[in-house]
């Protein structure tokens, strides 16, 4: 492609081919709304039946066209479209949106279709949005190029860029926007995404400085570097990314499987990467735009304290709740607060935070102006929620607050204001205040902020770390064979990119097993070796917790005679005679390569907690030991390895520094290794090494 | 107290003393609504200073009204309370609402003055509601005994009765529900509740015909009993009710209890028990909302299978994601159903449900009408979801369909309309069909509309069992002493009880021992017996898998010098010979007194399960097998108990069984039980016994 998205996003010249003077049809709609809306640039409507649509000049072809086109909206029927798209660019368009159904989406006939109008515009050097798409608009520019329900009323331009793959749901999503007054300065639709994507366009979007905040909605992704690639560009930009994917239960997935007629992909793999790389994930589309509206009018907070001032103490528990389920902290205010409040607030009692000031604040509005700068001014709080509900009779007054707190408080805090009419929330607004519907929805956009402005710093302060891992050029597994790698080489490999693996020797009778032991020192393990064994515990092939020379010799026999029973065919090259790990929690590392997102990195709690109870978290590799932390923050039972019944918290600095190892050898093997699963890697109080280990090759 | 609530929630006379001619105050507002809103009943104002106000005659003492006085509303200050009532109840008033405040939630001196207005009421037989609340409103006989904000707009009456501790709080909630068009037939708000509670007035409104569906507020309960009897009169009515209570993170706790001035409580037992009874729980006042517009205008479903009909394949996803977390299930549509469909929808390609008819229909409406027919009439398919967004510009077509299919359609189904008009929700509400905002919202509500007709079958069925073990009178521990029972009376108790135990015997000295064991059967355990020391293990007392009789001589020995070591003082009378447990799953079961709802027993999985992770259930003692089985379905680590890594699922039988005579030993030590820990109780595939126990008697 020679062009970029400029040329879609903010064209200067836009050509609706089979251009209609209906504006209630398909290729109407945008030509009314360009017109209406006002945009500023050159437009062409392309049709041999008319003149002229409404004062405009309409030209029988698009090589009569007197000026250079942008784009063009292109609607003919799916099989006419191709050669629409090969007289657009033999005459230099530069992007074009097919609105056109009828493609992927109906199967393989249509799969061959779109394969082919790709093709086309590639050879034309022209980007192509859709096709099945509603198309988008800049609303900076007044750039209406979309026959969606959603140019049917006003549409603002502010801050927020949203991208979406479904026409339908994205429709919503903006319409509930706008409801907000949620300026979107872009609605984009990308539909099938022959050539343009997601990705593709948000980072467009992020790249306009009038844009503070993505917003996406999403179903699948094809491309996983291209989705890191915009998740570090906005990073670097410090604009937060919220997006919300569909798809995570196995009957979603089914769903998604139907209707996108591709694999979701495993779910829990792009949770981890998004995580990684600061994008936010919503749950659904209102809890996308919570989070989003607390971005477009909030600073960052400087840490997770949570200030909260209310009119009703119920309402207080129930922020406290959520703020601590999200991760936030409620914190008793200080002593000088605490004092301040009492000569402020008249009867005012208790310890504060969440600080109700009842309905007295009507009788006195600075009182609601005073607690909640007194609360903001505390050291341990860094972000507030005020909470109100209905007060019809008292708009003007509140407002006059808020307007007041606004000017006079640096840190960022939001209004929850329940049941509030359309006045109050139009005042706030347009004062740049924040104000959400409910108690949760506040929470859920203050803890946004939160995580985000942690997560850019831990970010910033990790990017020497990344560096240096990133710089390693180590590349093993040059020579292996494909299949499963033996077990002394696999360690022999692990332990090059710094991974800790149990002492291990190799033995190929009784006699060398009892020497290797006696090297090792007691108590040690015996394990069959054998590249056709992959599960030597369920082969009978381990035993454990050999005291003495006598019992490792009676356990080599043993061991042998296991195996034969349980895989007469296979080769048995001798025993591993293994150190017994000193007491700790059983974890699981390991390492798989995701068709999306190529080698990520898995940490779980070992045993049911990952085989059963799936805990586990993933993260494209390599991973610094301050990122392979928030894996294990992010393990919901990582309380156990804080030490539970009086045993001490585990090694957390070698378990980090392991896990960013194998995350190293994930790096060096990319291409060759199929699968490494370090099970179990004991942790303990001073260390933490790999017990077992399985490397397959590809 | 002579009268019940009947004369508070339906007076046929209202007394208003110190009623004000200005309307905006608290005492003028609750005339003004009663007048303006058509109150039906007598209306006595009482203030010496007016004839008459607005032309209703006002009296200058409560001894002169003319005629008996049903409710009284109070809002002098609180010092002056006690006098008024003394008033009232000399002229035989039946119930008072007291809006005042100064009460016990200010601290100590209101606690005083609450606890004797209280007396006051109580010694005059008249029923009391508040101090410090909003007072009520009884939409249907037009009672607007409040002078809280809601009552300022429309308050048409409807089939939800909504009872709330906050009056704040309660506003907002009661302003969103008119927002929904959700009529109030009833809104309570119960403030200090000194005498009326949360419970009763709950229990009154369910029992109103008009009401179909109960949704209340809570912030603590003191007691659990009032709450049980509310929750089983109204699963007998078939009146699902709805609550959100807040308080449930520490930090919310710590509000709670700075709020209402009394710890929360536990609300894990609190969780536990209300589901026990049927009671649906919110998380929030939203979610509480939807669950209840779900009741008001839906029947119940006679299963879990969800059909879904959009115009968006990505909220199909979205839907069939939240349906799977909430337990529904998403049933593959038959062939019939799926030729049905394909003979409906053009191009209809994919397996179906979610079933997407895209934006097709708006040319041809009977296509949405006929796929949500044929989808609802799946046999598999027991209630449905229909998602729709926007679509301003067909609404009166969406209308006519959704008449329709409402008319055709015998199963329950929701419609989820994104960024519906006004116009829209009205015209579908107004014809009786549930219309939600969003996906999440909409499975939320026919999620409860399942789980409440399941929860209602579930407890029908059991209704022999519970009489059953109502029944036993069995009780114990009559002569007991205080503080820890010893293992062997504390088995006996047990097995009285029916509790499976491993076979124990006690011995005194070392021949003792080894004979024991050979009685038993190797291998055994040996545990040291001293009612000084509770926690065997950790003091060394606890030997497992001794083989033969030399290794029981050598452990009697070795727990003797243990247990002298870990506690020289404490007398030790022998020793516990215990068979060994087969292999299996380790869970705790226990009992222990909860100060609301008294004695309660928890399940939970064994280990970090219990003591780390917090997996742990509740219920009220007794339970049936059933609601056993139950408990352990709300397991988060349920999956554990299907079989794990080959091993064979638990005896779920025997495990239901064991923990019901576990909850009927409570009902037999009831008083006298502190706390009995069964920990762990070995569940294996052929039963489940308990391998260690410890009671304490109080």
């Not at 050291?379 to 607050?401: E, K, R, T």
Request: hydrophobic share 45%; glycine share 10%; with cysteine.
């Amino acid at each position: 492609m020679k062009h970029d998205l400029h040329a879609l996003l903010s064209p200067a010249s836009i050509a609706i081919i089979g251009a209609s003077s209906d504006f209630a049809k398909v290729n109407g709609r945008p030509l009314k709304h360009l017109m209406e809306k006002g945009y500023a640039g050159k437009i062409y409507p392309v049709n041999p039946k008319y003149q002229s649509i409404k004062g405009i000049a309409c030209y029988p072809a698009v090589a009569d066209i007197p000026g250079p086109v942008d784009l063009a909206i292109v609607a003919v029927p799916a099989k006419a479209v191709a050669l629409v798209l090969r007289e657009l660019g033999a005459c230099g368009v530069k992007s074009v949106i097919v609105f056109s159904s009828g493609f992927a989406e109906i199967g393989a006939d249509g799969r061959d279709l779109e394969t082919e109008i790709t093709l086309v515009a590639r050879e034309s050097g022209m980007r192509l949005c859709g096709p099945n798409c509603l198309g988008l608009i800049n609303a900076f520019e007044r750039v209406i190029a979309t026959f969606g329900q959603y140019a049917d009323g006003a549409t603002p331009p502010g801050p927020v860029g949203f991208v979406t793959q479904s026409g339908a749901f994205g429709t919503a999503i903006a319409a509930l926007a706008r409801r907000r007054e949620l300026g979107l300065g872009y609605f984009v639709n990308t539909g099938n995404e022959s050539d343009v994507t997601f990705a593709q366009v948000m980072r467009e979007v992020l790249a306009d400085p009038r844009i503070k905040v993505g917003a996406g909605y999403i179903e699948g992704l094809r491309d996983g570097a291209e989705m890191i690639a915009l998740a570090e560009s906005a990073l670097a930009a410090g604009k937060p990314l919220v997006l919300a994917k569909v798809g995570k239960s196995s009957s979603g997935a089914r769903a998604a499987a139907s209707h996108t007629g591709s694999l979701a992909g495993a779910d829990a793999v792009f949770d981890g990467v998004i995580r990684q790389f600061g994008i936010i994930r919503a749950r659904n589309e209102e809890h996308m735009l919570d989070m989003v509206e607390g971005f477009a009018y909030c600073g960052l907070p400087q840490g997770c304290g949570l200030g909260i001032v209310t009119q009703s103490g119920g309402a207080g528990v129930l922020i406290a709740d959520r703020a601590e389920e999200l991760g936030l902290t409620v914190p008793v205010l200080g002593t000088a607060t605490q004092r301040a409040l009492q000569q402020t607030i008249p009867g005012f009692g208790a310890s504060g935070n969440p600080v109700d000031v009842t309905g007295q604040f009507l009788a006195d509005p600075a009182l609601l102006r005073e607690s909640v700068k007194i609360v903001m001014a505390d050291p341990q709080v860094h972000v507030g929620i005020v909470w109100l509900q209905l007060m019809d009779a008292y708009v003007d007054v509140l407002i006059a607050i808020f307007e007041e707190i606004k000017a006079q408080v640096d840190k960022p805090f939001v209004v929850c204001w329940v049941a509030a009419s359309d006045k109050a929330l139009q005042a706030l607004r347009s004062r740049g205040i924040a104000v959400l519907r409910g108690a949760e929805p506040a929470v859920d956009a203050v803890a946004a902020l939160v995580r985000y402005a942690a997560m850019r710093k831990a970010w910033q302060a990790d990017a020497k770390a990344r560096a240096d891992l990133q710089s390693q050029q180590l590349s093993l597994l040059a020579t292996s064979t494909s299949g499963p790698v033996s077990s002394l080489e696999a360690a022999q490999l692990l332990r090059q990119c710094g991974v800790s693996l149990a002492e291990t020797r190799f033995a190929k009778n009784s006699t060398e097993a009892v020497a290797c032991a006696d090297a090792l020192g007691y108590p040690v393990a015996l394990k069959i070796e054998s590249r056709e064994i992959l599960h030597k515990t369920e082969a009978g092939g381990v035993l454990l917790n050999l005291a003495d020379g006598a019992a490792v010799a009676a356990a080599f026999t043993q061991v042998g005679v296991n195996a034969r029973r349980h895989s007469p065919e296979a080769s048995v090259s001798g025993v591993l005679v293994q150190q017994m790990a000193a007491d700790g929690v059983d974890m699981a590392v390991g390492l798989h390569h995701d068709p999306a997102y190529g080698m990520v990195v898995m940490v779980g709690l070992g045993g049911i907690h990952v085989e059963v109870l799936k805990d586990v978290v993933f993260r494209k590799v390599p991973v610094t030991t301050a990122e392979a932390g928030s894996m294990l923050d992010e393990l919901r039972a990582k309380a156990i390895l804080n030490g539970v019944r009086g045993s001490p918290a585990v090694d957390r600095a070698a378990l980090t520094r392991l896990i960013s190892s194998v995350s190293q050898f994930g790096i060096a093997t990319d291409g060759r290794l199929a699968e490494l699963d370090l099970n179990p890697v004991r942790a303990g109080p001073d260390g933490a090494i790999a017990v077992d280990w399985l490397m397959i090759c590809r």
